[in-house]
């Protein structure tokens, strides 16, 4: 029987819903503005088709999850975790420590990005983990589009063995995103549940159903183009798609860093943007392979600031080199680039081309950015 | 006002036209995949019947369609000629749009054209079984249906991710009495050396070509038979361009712009070759000929002019042709039958030699295409037939600029009736703009056959 920890951020989305754009920080000003919890119902509709399904959960007393498996009529549930009467993120890391450490095979959370961290923080990438969306952002790569799908994901689980990615946990400034503009950064990779078929047709695109596979071939091809190319220098930026290139080469690659390889060999790890400079100024032509981070489409954000525009102008839009799998970007309409320097983001054109398998590319839109996305 | 300009069942064409005979300059012979020397009859006589063998070496202009075949050919051909009046006025263009339509066949494309021949052919010469492959399941279906009318067993290996796809293309096979089987399979060496490589591919046309080739090669009373690439399967496609010649004569007509799709090159062939010889005999020097491929598999628009095999296992002879690699496994996109790395060598000798031109187009701009098409003439199209459309369209736009009143011909080879998950996937917004990274592709690592 599967095994799930659950639990709810019950402050989850409350900033949103009176205009603060995040709730870390402001729960009184939320609260003074009239916000209600929400988590609660969202958590519900999640909960309500799990019903009749074998599960066991672990779980929080209270609106941390109680309240919301007996609503919902689930039977099946131990409290192991004493919910205080104001909550913190102290407590959601404190309730997935009592998760991992009694073995769940899922953690399934309803919050936001917030929520998603500090789940992420305390079980790394060693439980997999579902997020019910109930925040007021949610970039990260970890959320189900909606309650009901988180629900279906765990129901194609228990009838079939689980489908796992490597889904981005993103930081997103809350001070800076309440004045129009949004900043985020790589923080980190969880282990992930999905089910192609909510995102795809079904039988569609056999390529789309499995991100291993594509990543293998996505490394497998520019693998030959780098050592294809002896004369150019690759900087290879953050993720688990940039990672499979450097598996098949055989080089070590730093996850959340941008990394230098040539002919082949790993030549400077964890780049800043001066060491990429000097980097630069002592190679002649050089290429960036990116990957898109979170669920925002962003390519060159002002989150992987080590991309600086000044290096970027130094590397060349046109030698930009975007990888993302299908899935990925099935759930990515657009793609945007925000590097703060808006004469550079227009020099990119209209469309990437996106590597997305071996000797395979997409053509993706890319979006304008706007202030206050 | 005219709308269908028919032919009586006596103008079926008598012979078949054979483009060889008026090529400026030899083709490069096809090689022998062990020896690299020129194939020579009896290294095919394993697999093809010697007429076909004749037909696919033959320097005559003019060759004679048996009476036979053509009582066959009569059940649909000859197939209307179209003027598209309604697609004209919606597109408020001064152009004159024409289209055959090759969909009135029983297996709903141009491929019955060269399969029943074949079919004969090998009757002819007591074989009992065929052999073949298919992408989309047009040319299985065609083949399925040819090999009925002579009492020949059919084996068809389905390329695996249109199996899934168009299951009632499978149906219709098995009414037809032929066995169809996904390709790749266990029953091939080709086909397990691939499964053990990566058991969830989605396969290709090459591997069903090595699969279908390794059968006919290792069983005595079986032949292969191939739906396009080569050159008398384009021979037989010549009615298309012959009758649609004739239509557009009997309506004092002549084309500037002749349109077709390309996968492997046979109904492009058929549609424009009698246009290409008028072309190269100077009859009509100004005819502009197009062929139209897929963003994601751009064989003529990004490949190499080289030397290549013709299959993913290497068991075909090698052929001078545009080839992204025989090893290329396009995305599965919904034109299937335009998913192949190579070419008809004639026709990539055309395009080389400037006679023809190619373009390409991504997957969801040839939907719009077929929507407007089904919208102002009623027919859905296959999705490997809307790239025609949408390139007819596209020219027929820049006459609406230009003004001109250009003539506009394009084979509408087949009907989609089969691919309505194709059109759902569109209006469902899931369809993909693949595209091929040409430039990285030639950087990476060399992987054509090294010719002498």
Redesign the interface.
């Known amino acids: 029987m599967l095994t799930i920890g659950f639990l709810v951020n019950p402050i989850a989305g409350m900033g949103g819903a009176v205009g603060l754009k995040g709730t870390d920080g402001l729960l009184s000003e939320a609260i003074r503005r009239g916000a209600e919890p929400e988590a609660g119902q969202r958590a519900l509709a999640a909960l309500r088709p799990l019903k009749e399904l074998q599960l066991r959960f672990l779980s929080c007393s209270g609106g941390m999850g109680e309240d919301a498996l007996r609503s919902a009529g689930i039977t099946g549930f131990e409290v192991v975790y004493k919910t205080p009467e104001v909550t913190s993120s102290d407590d959601t890391r404190k309730a997935c420590q009592m998760f991992s450490d009694r073995g769940v095979e899922l953690i399934l959370f309803c919050g936001g990005d917030g929520t998603a961290r500090d789940v992420y923080d305390t079980v790394l990438d060693r439980v997999p983990v579902l997020g019910i969306p109930a925040g007021v952002k949610m970039y990260s790569a970890i959320f189900a589009v909606t309650p009901e799908a988180a629900a279906e994901i765990v129901h194609h689980w228990v009838s079939s063995p689980p489908h796992l990615r490597d889904a981005e946990i993103v930081d997103v400034d809350e001070e800076a995103y309440r004045c129009g503009e949004l900043r985020t950064r790589l923080h980190g990779y969880a282990k992930s549940p999905y089910h192609p078929g909510l995102v795809?047709?079904t039988?569609?695109?056999?390529?789309?159903q499995?991100e291993e596979?594509a990543k293998a071939g996505i490394g497998r091809?520019?693998s030959?183009?780098i050592?294809?190319?002896p004369e150019i220098l690759y900087l290879l930026g953050p993720g688990s798609t940039t990672g499979a290139i450097a598996r098949q080469l055989g080089v070590e690659k730093t996850l959340l860093g941008f990394d230098a390889v040539m002919r082949g060999t790993l030549i400077a790890s964890d780049l800043n943007e001066k060491g990429m400079l000097g980097m630069l100024s002592g190679h002649g032509r050089c290429r960036l392979i990116v990957s898109i981070i979170g669920a925002q489409g962003s390519v060159l954000g002002r989150g992987t600031q080590q991309v600086s525009p000044k290096v970027l102008r130094k590397i060349g839009v046109e030698n930009v080199?975007v990888v993302a799998t299908?899935h990925k970007?099935?759930e990515t309409p657009l793609l945007f680039v925000d590097t703060g320097d808006v004469e550079l983001d227009a020099a990119f054109g209209e469309y990437f081309?996106v590597?997305?398998?071996?000797?395979?590319?997409?053509?993706?839109r890319i979006g304008r950015v706007s202030s206050g996305i | 006002m005219q709308t269908k300009i028919l032919l009586d069942e006596e103008k079926i064409p008598k012979r078949w036209y054979n483009i060889l005979a008026d090529l400026p300059s030899p083709m490069d012979p096809p090689l022998n995949p062990q020896t690299k020397k020129p194939v020579g009859p009896d290294d095919l006589a394993v697999i093809f019947p010697m007429e076909l063998i004749r037909q696919e070496m033959s320097p005559d202009r003019f060759i004679d369609i048996p009476e036979e075949v053509r009582d066959v050919l009569r059940l649909w051909r000859p197939s209307p000629l179209y003027r598209a009046r309604r697609l004209e006025q919606a597109l408020k263009t001064p152009a004159k749009i024409y289209y055959k339509w090759e969909g009135v066949s029983p297996a709903g494309s141009h491929k019955p054209n060269t399969a029943v021949p074949q079919a004969y052919y090998n009757m002819k010469e007591g074989v009992e079984r065929i052999a073949t492959e298919t992408g989309a399941g047009q040319w299985g279906s065609a083949l399925a249906f040819a090999t009925m009318l002579y009492d020949i067993e059919c084996t068809i290996y389905m390329v695996r991710?249109s199996y899934?796809?168009k299951p009632y293309r499978k149906s219709m096979m098995q009414v037809w009495g032929a066995e169809c089987i996904p390709s790749p399979s266990t029953k091939t060496n080709a086909g397990r050396a691939m499964l053990e490589k990566d058991p969830?591919?989605?396969g290709s046309l090459g591997v069903a070509i090595s699969e279908a080739v390794e059968d006919a090669a290792t069983h005595n009373n079986t032949h292969y038979s191939l739906g396009s690439v080569l050159n008398h399967v384009c021979l037989h496609q010549t009615v298309i361009g012959l009758e649609s010649r004739d239509q557009l004569a009997s309506v004092e007509s002549y084309p500037d712009v002749v349109i077709g799709c390309v996968g492997g090159g046979s109904n492009f062939a058929g549609i424009s070759f009698p246009f290409a010889g008028d072309k190269l005999t100077g009859k009509h020097p100004d005819v502009d000929i197009v062929a139209v491929e897929p963003?994601?598999c751009p064989t003529l628009t990004k490949g190499l002019y080289a030397y290549d095999f013709g299959d993913e296992a290497g068991l075909t002879p090698i052929m001078k042709m545009y080839t992204?690699g025989h090893d290329?496994?396009?995305?599965?996109i919904h034109a299937g039958g335009l998913r192949y790395h190579g070419d008809s060598p004639i026709v990539s000798k055309l395009v080389h030699d400037g006679v023809m031109r190619a373009v390409s187009y991504?997957q969801t701009e040839v939907f719009d295409a077929a929507q407007t098409f089904a919208r102002s003439e009623g027919i859905i199209v296959a999705p490997e037939t809307s790239h025609a459309v949408k390139a007819a369209i596209d020219e027929a736009l820049k006459c609406r600029k230009t003004g001109e009143a250009k003539t506009i011909l394009f084979n509408a080879s087949g009907h989609g009736n089969f691919d309505m998950?194709a059109y759902?996937?569109y209006y469902?917004g899931?369809l993909?703009?693949?595209?091929?990274?040409d430039a990285?592709?030639r950087?990476?690592?060399g992987r054509l056959p090294k010719v002498p």
């Not at chain 1, 590597?355 to 053509?363: F, P």
């Not at chain 2, 290329?328 to 599965?332: K, L, R």
């Open positions: 795809q047709g039988k569609q695109v056999w390529e789309d499995d596979r091809f520019l030959e183009v050592q294809g190319t080199i299908p970007l099935s081309s590597i997305s398998g071996y000797h395979i590319a997409q053509r993706k | 991710a899934t796809q969830d591919t989605p963003a994601s992204l290329f496994i396009p995305p599965s991504h998950s759902d996937a469902a899931k993909v703009d693949y595209e091929y990274p990285l592709i950087e990476a690592l």
